[in-house]
């Protein structure tokens, strides 16, 4: 189940994000993710000492998004709907060669004898 957070620039979502990371390094999982990144980038400013556990989580995202070279704010991009779903490639097997079908039951047959 996905997480849901109400505003983050309210006291009361603060808090729920702050109680969500007491037991979590991140949003979702056991390593950082496209959710840490929604969740940072909803945040208007690094949340205060007064929310240990979500101070602690932003200054860690911050810290790997620069690591990674990620640090310039961006200049407000808008995305209009979303990226089509891929569908899964189904695998076909690769067409049957009937020189090697041919020559591996000569050698079954070799082998009985």
Known sequence: MAASFPNFNSDSGLKKLDEHLLTRS?????????????????????????????SRWYSHIDAL??????????SSVIVEGSAPVAEEA???????DSKNEQRDSDNADQAKE
């Open 26 to 54: 991140y949003i979702t999982g056991y390593q950082a993710s496209k959710d840490d990144i929604t969740v940072f980038t909803a945040l208007a400013k690094p949340p205060t000492s007064q929310y240990v556990n979500a």
């Open 65 to 74: 998004l620069r690591i990674s070279g990620v640090s310039a704010e961006g």
């Open 90 to 96: 189904v695998a076909t097997p690769p067409a049957a």
